[in-house]
């Protein structure tokens, strides 16, 4: 399992790179650990097909990881949670931007939580607000 996590597939995105990331969390909830894995690697699978499951995992992951910076043990590690919480707003940009470009290509509707407070977002090429850039 360990060699899968340090040497992923030739297939996966650069957002497979979030499990290392996360990964010097994984003793503090090894079932939660697994969990965030398999939610990643259903994202990164789902990503090019199928938006709604893709975003389905993208929020499990990140749900999965905040769970995963609650089971501290001791009062002091609360620098914990707020580096996992840092990662996860990362993936959450990372992602939604990702499901934006399928959504986009498909002609279908997508609405972001993460990309909803980012300037970046919102482009004006034809006047009108809330258009795609």
Request: charged fraction near 25%.
């Amino acid at each position: 399992m360990l060699f899968w996590i340090f040497f992923p597939r030739t297939t996966t995105t650069h957002f497979h790179s979030y499990i290392n990331e996360v990964h010097p969390y994984s003793g503090l909830n090894p079932e939660l650990f697994y969990k965030f894995i398999d939610q990643v690697n259903q994202f990164e699978q789902y990503i090019k097909v199928d938006a709604r499951k893709a975003s389905e995992n993208l929020y499990g992951a990140i749900d999965t990881a905040k769970d995963l910076g609650l089971c501290t043990q001791r009062q002091d590690d609360g620098h914990i949670s707020e580096k996992i919480t840092e990662i996860t707003n990362r993936m959450g940009l990372e992602g939604e931007t990702m499901i934006e470009q399928l959504v986009y290509k498909k002609g279908l509707r997508f609405n972001p939580k993460y990309l909803n407070d980012t300037l970046l977002y919102y482009s004006y090429t034809d006047g009108s607000p809330n258009t795609l850039g």
